[in-house]
């Protein structure tokens, strides 16, 4: 089993609407989710990292992580045009030699058309 | 804003040939990481590297990889002999603190490296 999973899409979207992107793992050890954007020719930045089962909410970005499930969400509220990127989910090692080393799902490719 | 730089952008090379891969991290980082992406596939980890040794490797990163600080500005990952699946874009990434908790990893914007 593949420890992060994640469907590839393509997605594509009207702008205004509400865009999930999910992705599921396998390792139970995995304790902080994270949420990467990656515009065309460019490296992954940074969106959105939780910890806890629950939501967080930063703007139009909702992350959900369901930790008994092995789940976790991002929805994205009234998309944009410049919302268009690939989405990916990547989980950090954060236990005994192994720190820092991230784990990415496939990324979903997402287009918010006008 | 400080930002990861990566050059070449785009790197051709002839299958068996040497070929190293710059990063400049951002200047007051400690932790520095090589990820690469085969086209279509998943970001994948190749290295972290602090205090001037690789701090953990992925099976993929066998002993045709070799990454390097020459100085106290860049990062280096020299592939010694490349093959036909070498073929992919190499991201550099670095980060304050030891990412993995709440620190971030920023990537630099990748160089492409195709192998002919």
């Known amino acids: 089993q593949k420890e992060v999973e994640q469907d590839p899409g393509p997605l594509s979207v009207p702008e205004g609407a509400i865009v999930s992107l999910n992705c599921t793992y396998s390792?139970?050890?995995?304790?902080?989710f994270m949420w990467y954007r990656q515009y065309s020719r460019k490296g992954p930045e940074l969106l959105m990292y939780?910890?806890?089962?629950g939501n967080k909410e930063d703007g139009r970005f909702t992350a959900q992580v369901d930790k008994s499930s092995k789940y976790i969400s991002l929805f994205i509220r009234d998309s944009q045009p410049s919302d268009s990127a690939t989405y990916l989910c990547?989980?950090?090692?954060?236990?005994?030699?192994?720190?820092?080393?991230?784990?990415f799902g496939q990324g979903t490719i997402l287009t918010v058309h006008p | 804003e400080p930002e990861v730089t990566q050059t070449p952008s785009h790197q051709v090379t002839q299958m068996g040939q040497e070929v190293i891969l710059r990063c400049v991290p951002i200047?007051?980082?400690?932790?520095f990481y090589w990820y690469r992406q085969i086209l279509g596939q998943k970001v994948e980890f190749l290295v972290s590297?602090?205090?001037?040794?690789?701090?953990?490797k992925s099976e993929i990163f066998d002993d045709q990889f070799s990454v390097e600080r020459p100085d106290g500005s860049n990062f280096t990952l020299k592939i010694r002999s490349t093959k036909l699946e070498d073929s992919a874009m190499y991201f550099c990434?670095?980060?304050?603190?030891?990412?993995?908790?709440?620190?971030?990893?920023?990537f630099g914007p990748g160089t492409r490296l195709t192998v002919l």
């Open positions: 939780t910890y806890s089962s």
């Open positions: 590297f602090y205090n001037n040794e690789i701090s953990e």
């Open positions: 200047s007051n980082h400690l932790y």
């Open positions: 990434a670095s980060s304050a603190r030891l990412a993995g908790v709440t620190d971030t990893q920023y």
């Open positions: 390792n139970s050890a995995f304790q902080y």
């Open positions: 990547a989980m950090p090692n954060a236990g005994g030699t192994s720190y820092g080393k991230l784990t």
